[in-house]
């Protein structure tokens, strides 16, 4: 490469205006949505990072293949195309399409698990979680305790405590646990990627207790890169064939292609398994659709199935990771509290160290995220008391930057307005609930300021 510098690896064919609002206009919007970042139109935010998920701009050759999308209820060319192109990656016998990744997975656990199983996982997204408690199976994650420190700077903070899952597994026994799954990268836990050895190791337990294991593939390839530059022995491979490699430990994944399948809608669900795969066909014709289509448009396979190849070429993940450290490094840098080291897809603000005056039953990551807003117009999203009540172990601020949207200079802006807040830190208010649905409660509550805020 003949300059240091990581460009954007593409030009910008189509443009899409962003609306300034004034700090005025933003506490007003903030007090109509109740605190709740979810609740905002989205043309009143100037930056969204609000998710990595179904945000990101297609490639021309997607766009060109949408055009050959084959609209055909049954037997499709579209999803040969789909389904060839994740079986060239993934490896799996059944390739399932779904609308999304929680459709995906309510469809596995609906047919795999039933009430008093216990599924463990590094950490389980929040969906992943509230599926399995649907069923009223136990979701238990495991993930190292380096995973649990923001602070920590282990490569592979993502990994699961094997010895946790063999004490699990033998505490609870091996019948009432249907599958292990392994969240690459590890979204709750900060984007943190999931080591090769770690797989590896976690398979073999696996298979000595004939239990099957899944991955939650959403950001395969972002893991892929990582394992590519941090441990040994994979520097030479490809990101496609350390994916491969990575698949070939594991039964089945659940996958939503809103993230490195680089679509703005859709997923999978993968097996090895004839029996099971026939279940979850039947059940999605029951809800999703016909197993060549499964809720989406023949053109939505076409754009999968380019995007999950995409998601692994070297120029575009060397720019993907080094623009998502770019932000963190640059915030860091300046004594920011950051989940360390920098994620594939997110930078995440540890917001109990950045605002230790609002106690954790006063959601400080609900104020960080609404100061955020306030200050600069960028929208976050809360990952910790809120979402996850009880089992939360942190509370943290995601930032979470969609594929190819962004260039360096938005990216300097939201630096800029973190710096500004955490300037001011001390003067930012708790936050208490008001209105909560009895699940998935952060998507709708409704909150307002604890107190009125003391200057210093
Ligand atoms: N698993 C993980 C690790 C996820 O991050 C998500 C979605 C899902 C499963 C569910 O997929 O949204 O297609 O149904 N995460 C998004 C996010 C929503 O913002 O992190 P989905």
């Not at 292609?257 to 004839?274: P, Q, R, Y």
């Not at 999703?288 to 070429?313: F, K």
């Not at 915030?331 to 594939?344: E, K, N, T, Y």
């Not at 009880?390 to 307005?417: C, F, G, W």
Request: net charge negative.
């Amino acid at each position: 490469m003949p300059a240091k510098t990581i460009i954007e690896p593409f030009r910008i064919k189509s443009v899409e205006p962003i609306r300034w609002t004034t700090r005025v206009q933003r506490e007003q919007l903030l007090e109509a949505a109740y605190y709740n970042l979810f609740l905002l139109p989205a043309e009143d935010v100037l930056i969204d990072l609000l998710t990595d998920s179904g945000t990101g701009a297609m490639s021309t050759h997607q766009w060109a293949a949408i055009m050959e999308g084959d609209e055909s209820y049954a037997g499709s060319r579209s999803f040969d195309h789909f389904k060839n192109s994740i079986q060239d990656i993934f490896g799996y016998r059944h390739v399932i399409p779904t609308h999304q990744g929680r459709a995906a997975e309510r469809i596995l656990f609906g047919v795999a698990c039933k009430k008093g199983d216990v599924v463990p996982n590094n950490t389980h997204f929040d969906t992943t979680r509230a599926n399995i408690e649907f069923v009223g199976a136990e979701a238990v994650d495991l993930v190292i305790e380096e995973g649990k420190h923001p602070a920590s700077t282990h490569p592979f903070k993502g990994n699961m405590d094997v010895a946790a899952l063999e004490s699990l597994i033998e505490r609870v026994g091996r019948e009432r646990i249907p599958l292990v799954m392994l969240t690459v990268t590890n979204n709750s836990g900060g984007g943190q990627p999931v080591s090769m050895e770690n797989v590896r190791q976690v398979s073999t337990v696996c298979r000595r207790h004939s239990i099957p294991l899944y991955f939650d593939a959403c950001r395969f390839a972002e893991n892929a890169w990582f394992i590519k530059l941090r441990e040994k022995g994979y520097e030479l491979k490809t990101p496609k064939e350390v994916a491969q490699e990575m698949f070939r430990y594991g039964d089945g994944c659940t996958m939503s292609a809103k993230k490195d399948g680089m679509a703005n809608i859709g997923g999978f669900l993968c097996t090895n398994n004839d029996l099971l795969a026939q279940q979850e066909k039947d059940l999605l014709i029951l809800t999703e659709g016909y197993p060549t289509y499964g809720g989406l448009a023949g053109r939505d396979l076409e754009a999968i199935a380019v995007g999950v190849q995409e998601s692994l070429e070297e120029d575009y993940l060397r720019y993907r990771i080094a623009s998502t450290a770019y932000l963190g490094n640059h915030i860091a840098s300046q004594g920011v509290p950051i989940v360390q080291p920098p994620g594939g897809h997110a930078i995440y603000l540890d917001a109990r160290a950045f605002l230790p005056h609002i106690p954790p039953d006063q959601f400080p990551g609900v104020a960080l995220a609404c100061e955020l807003y306030l200050e600069g117009g960028i929208r976050s999203v809360e990952i910790g008391a809120l979402m996850f009540a009880n089992a939360a172990k942190m509370d943290l601020v995601r930032l979470a930057i969609p594929r190819r949207v962004y260039t360096q200079s938005h990216i300097d802006y939201v630096v800029e307005v973190i710096l500004e807040v955490w300037k001011n830190r001390g003067n930012i208010p708790g936050m208490k609930l008001t209105y909560e649905a009895p699940f998935l409660r952060h998507f709708t509550a409704h909150l307002e300021p604890a107190r009125v805020a003391v200057a210093g």
